[in-house]
């Protein structure tokens, strides 16, 4: 797995939701006992998953002084279960880690999908930006970029 690969895909998927270029996420890697602990205290769901978003924004009106607009906040990815889903799905793990950190970074952008016509938009825009980053990896394949 290379991490220059996933900063890769975060890049191309702030520039398609026309992100700031100082734009700023940061991404942790774990396992999932890891991931269970942060499920279970920040969202009280005492089960590992396999994505995580912590939001810089949500509920900031809550907060005094001034928010960094370009700090959009942080994603926990779990890699043993995105190593599960890989093999249950058939693809390559940076290809479901990829999705999973696209998945991620739409939650951050402010998608969500807690109700059916939120499900539909997010994932649709998530199969696009899955779409346009493998198109994006073939074309450097090709060029030898």
């Keep these: 797995m290379k991490i220059t690969r996933l900063r890769n895909s975060a890049l191309k998927v702030l520039q398609a939701e026309n992100c700031s270029d100082s734009a700023e996420v940061s991404v942790l ?16 769901i005492d089960d590992s998953t396999d994505v995580l978003s912590f939001s ?23 890699v043993e279960t995105a190593k599960r889903q890989a093999k249950e799905r058939g693809v390559d793990l940076c290809d479901e880690l990829d999705m999973l950190l696209v998945h991620g970074l739409l939650h ?32 450097i394949l090709r060029t030898g970029d």
Excluded at 29 to 44: A, G, P, V
Aim: with cysteine.
């Design 29 to 44: 890697l774990t396992d999932d006992e890891t991931i269970k602990i942060l499920n279970r205290e920040y969202r009280d």
């Design 56 to 78: 810089q924004h949500e509920g900031a009106d809550e907060f005094c002084g001034v928010q960094d607009e370009n700090l959009l906040g942080d994603i926990v990815i779990s």
């Design 108 to 139: 951050l952008l402010g998608y969500d999908h807690d109700e059916q016509k939120q499900e539909e938009l997010m994932f649709a825009r998530q199969t696009e930006l899955i779409r346009q980053i493998e198109l994006a990896d073939k074309k």
